[in-house]
């Protein structure tokens, strides 16, 4: 099979400057994989770097949660071949800084990704080096969109390190949220809540079976379901996950916290959020405030764990959008009434 020379790409010249333009099928390397791209997720990320956040280098074409086949390979590629089914782990870390030299290449001081400071999925074709690529069996092509979002879930339980049988509160139901539960009743949890605002992202919880409690916040009158938490759970969570990326959630996250307990701060938040934190209760009551951000070496688990099935992830997938729709898909995404919105190229 003949490759095209162009192909089809949302390009941005500049934050919220986009349009779909015509460019250059990528050059495959001696140990590179082409992926013909199927489906990328879109996600919170996209959102900020829509607006010029995140490091974003214009110009650049956006996406980093390609799922595909293999189009062509390169000489020394052995163990891909035309038509295998891939998905791709877009980081990107220089393997020779100060962090990299230390093995901790999620601190790299130029930690980039593919979408981001490099060309990515939201177009037809794509290279990567074979050793970020990996196949997948049984997961549908667009569910297989959230493997980014599941190998960012597992570096989170590396961060937590669940202790057998603790309590967790997870504050948001989205593609995240929905994962970070479902693999921490997989991992030491005998109790997983969910607290999240009505509508189709808890609908999707309930329907996963993602957690074993669910408290819905009706946004106009939130107080009652906060009410509800607090009464049925007075001795808090042994940890609280915030995967929202909501500077509020961030603030009361806290309350919910009990002795000796942990903070996990997980989502995007703006770089202008703050927190109020009271340090004398902290202090007192020994909480632990730990982060997790993005992951690096963790597909091989996460692709184990949704091609498998062990995590469900059928059904998040809410919208398709193909290329020229990729601004209504970003709108669509600001409703918040969408889980999972993925583009077909
Ligand atoms: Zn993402
Ligand atoms: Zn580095």
């Not at 956006?62 to 038509?83: L, N, Y």
């Not at 782990?89 to 290449?105: M, N, Q």
């Not at 730990?290 to 688990?301: E, G």
Request: one cysteine or more.
């Amino acid at each position: 099979m003949s490759l095209p020379q162009t192909m089809r790409a949302v390009l941005y010249n500049a934050a919220e400057q986009l349009s779909v333009k015509e460019i250059n099928v990528p050059t495959v390397g001696d140990d590179d994989v082409l992926m013909k791209v199927n489906f990328c997720g879109i996600c919170g990320t996209d959102a900020h770097i829509h607006r010029g956040g995140f490091n974003v280098k214009f110009p650049i074409v956006p996406g980093h949660e390609p799922v595909g086949t293999v189009a062509a390979v390169g000489e020394k590629v052995k163990d891909f071949k035309i038509g295998d089914r891939i998905v791709a782990d877009c980081s990107v870390v220089c393997e020779d800084c100060f962090f990299c030299r230390r093995g901790k290449p999620l601190y790299c001081t130029t930690f980039g990704a593919v979408g981001i400071q490099f060309n990515g999925g939201f177009a037809e074709y794509l290279t990567f080096p074979q050793r970020k690529v990996y196949k997948i069996h049984n997961l549908a092509d667009e569910d297989a969109t959230l493997l980014e979002s599941a190998a960012c879930a597992v570096h989170g339980l590396d961060q937590l390190k669940p202790d057998v049988g603790i309590e967790v509160l997870v504050l948001g139901s989205g593609p995240t949220g929905l994962i970070l539960a479902q693999l921490l009743k997989l991992n030491g949890a005998s109790k997983v809540a969910i607290a999240s605002n009505k509508g189709v992202k808890l609908e999707t919880a309930r329907k996963l079976e993602a957690a074993d409690v669910y408290y819905e916040i009706d946004r106009k009158a939130p107080d009652e379901a906060w009410q509800r938490l607090a009464a049925e759970n007075p001795m808090g969570f042994d940890v609280v996950v915030n995967p929202s990326g909501a500077e509020k959630l961030a603030n009361v996250a806290l309350n919910y916290v009990r002795r000796g307990g942990t903070l996990m701060l997980y989502g995007v938040y703006d770089e202008t959020a703050m927190v109020h934190w009271p340090p004398a209760r902290i202090f007192r009551e020994e909480i632990k405030i730990i982060a997790s951000f993005s992951q690096t070496l963790c597909f091989p688990r996460a692709v184990a764990y949704l091609d498998s099935g062990k995590v469900k992830v059928k059904g998040m997938v809410s919208d398709v959008y193909t290329l020229e729709q990729y601004q209504e898909a970003l709108d669509k995404m600001e409703t918040r009434d969408a889980v999972k919105i993925v583009i077909k190229t």
